[in-house]
Structure formats: structure tokens, C-alpha cells
């Protein structure tokens, strides 16, 4: 998996957008104005990915390329190195678990919005 298709795939997710709010090299993945994903763009391809705090350490512990969020908080937030040892059906599903933690949080009247469109 590249940038680029990690790029598409989750902008594919309804009402996604992208942005760089903290610098020129960090691309940052959002739905309704909340942050389910971030890559920089810069050294070793990686991306951040919201998680259940359970999912998180299950995953960490089963896969040495991933690891507890960089600059994030680490409760929350898993730092996924794509460097070819994880399946990308896998880092799909985990960018779907991201949004939809992400989701799971924002208001029922935009929670429902967003059913209808999937």
C-alpha cells in the first residue's frame, strides 16, 4: 500500500476531507471536522489511526509494526508502519475502525446523516 492509496481510500469515506493544519509534510484525514487518520508525507511511510483503547494494545501486541501513536495520544491512537508486514486488507480495515470510532462519537442527527449515505 502507498500514500496514494491510503490517500483514496480514505477519502472514499462519506464526507472525509484532507488538510495539513500542523505543517507542510503532514496530511491529515478528517470526517466532520474530526481527525480518524494522519500521514506525513516525509520518511517512512506511516499513518496514525484512532482505536478502541482494548483494540489498540491487542494489536500492538500482535503486530511489531504497530505501535503506540506518535505524538498522539497513546490510549487512543496506534502509529501503523506500512512497510509491507501487514496486510492491506488489514490497514483498510483498521482506517474503517478508525472512522468509525471517530463516528461513534459525533452527534446522533450527524450519525444518522452519515448511515444514510453509506
Same mark, same amino acid.
Not at 500542523?22 to 509534510?25: A, G, I, S, V
Not at 501486541?61 to 509494526?65: C, G, K, N, Q, W
Given at each position: 500500500m502507498n500514500i496514494e492509496e491510503i490517500r483514496l481510500y480514505c477519502l472514499s469515506k462519506p464526507e472525509t476531507t484532507e488538510s495539513f493544519p500542523?505543517?507542510?509534510?503532514t496530511l491529515v484525514f478528517k470526517v466532520c471536522g474530526k481527525m480518524f487518520a494522519l500521514t506525513d508525507?516525509?520518511?517512512p511511510l506511516s499513518i496514525n489511526l484512532k482505536c478502541d +483503547?482494548?483494540?489498540a494494545i491487542e494489536l500492538r501486541?500482535?503486530? +511489531?509494526?504497530v505501535l503506540p501513536g506518535w505524538h498522539m495520544n497513546k490510549r487512543y491512537w496506534n502509529t501503523?508502519?506500512?512497510d509491507g508486514?501487514?496486510?492491506e486488507r488489514l490497514i483498510r480495515e483498521w482506517i474503517d475502525h478508525s472512522y468509525d470510532e471517530v463516528v461513534r462519537k459525533l452527534p446522533k442527527k450527524v450519525r444518522e446523516r452519515l448511515d444514510g449515505i453509506h
Open positions: 500542523f505543517d507542510e509534510t508525507l516525509e520518511g +483503547p482494548e483494540k501486541e500482535h503486530y +511489531p509494526s501503523v508502519m506500512i508486514t501487514v496486510d
